[in-house]
């Protein structure tokens, strides 16, 4: 197996991770805090979808394009928004998801192995130095907000998936 197909197992895998995590969670329950001002799921899936477009950009990768609008409703400053007016439907931050994935997916496989030893994104450099880490850095990122989730998920009384 080489680097390539090791890195877009890894997102392949990350992916259905994601939404496994959340695929028995309604529209309303994806707006629920597990705790006080933590944030909600809906939140931190159009984060995460948000980002990885980010860092695919960063990369020169070529990202889908985030609907008008979209990553200023998913960033540090609307974490308290609730208003499901505002934020993106389950269906729609999946399938978002989906093809923000996709070209994630895609970018990893192409990668060549000497190209992962370039330097990273200038603005994550200091915590992705390079392109491999950065192709690490998005299924990490992911992971750490399904860790987030899972509280949500037991607050909720859904089953343990892990």
């Not at 997102?11 to 597990?34: C, H, Y």
């Not at 192709?135 to 990122?141: D, K, N, P, S, V």
């Amino acid at each position: 197996m080489t680097a390539a197909e090791l890195h877009a197992d890894l997102l392949r895998r990350n992916g259905e991770f994601v939404k496994m995590t959340i695929a028995d969670l309604t529209d309303t329950e994806l707006l629920q805090r597990p705790c006080g001002m933590a944030n909600h799921a809906n939140w931190q899936l159009g984060h995460i979808i948000a980002t990885e477009t980010f860092f695919l950009n960063a990369m020169g990768a070529s990202a889908p394009e985030l609907p008008a609008g979209f990553a200023d409703r998913y960033n540090k400053k609307t974490i308290g928004v609730n208003d499901p007016a505002k934020l993106a439907t389950k269906d729609d931050l999946l399938a978002l998801f989906d093809r923000v994935r996709a070209a994630s997916v895609q970018f990893a496989a192409n990668t060549h192995t000497e190209d992962l030893g370039m330097p990273g994104p200038e603005p994550i450099r200091p915590f992705s130095p390079t392109v491999g880490h950065t192709i690490l850095t998005i299924a990490l990122h992911a992971t750490m907000h399904v860790g987030q989730i899972q509280a949500l998920r037991r607050k909720l009384g859904k089953p343990d998936l892990f």
